[in-house]
């Protein structure tokens, strides 16, 4: 089971990234994925992973607060 939630929250995290580019809300569901796959990484015992994830989750969603102020051209 385990193994899944870790296969579901990584391939969502992927899904996410390639379409940020279409929407800035992509980047925040992007920054859950990360979450999702920090929390399996630290359920697991791959603690390093799980810490990497977290700093991903930290980086997307300053990124997503910085898109929030950016106007289309």
Do not use: Q
């Amino acid at each position: 089971m385990l193994t899944l939630f870790g296969v579901a929250a990584l391939t969502f995290m992927m899904l996410m990234y390639a379409m940020e580019s279409r929407h800035t809300g992509f980047i925040l569901a992007f920054a859950l994925g990360c979450a999702l796959s920090s929390a399996y990484g630290f359920v697991s015992g791959a603690w390093p992973f799980g810490v990497v994830e977290a700093i991903w989750t930290v980086i997307a969603l300053n990124r997503f607060r910085r898109s929030r102020f950016v106007k289309p051209s």
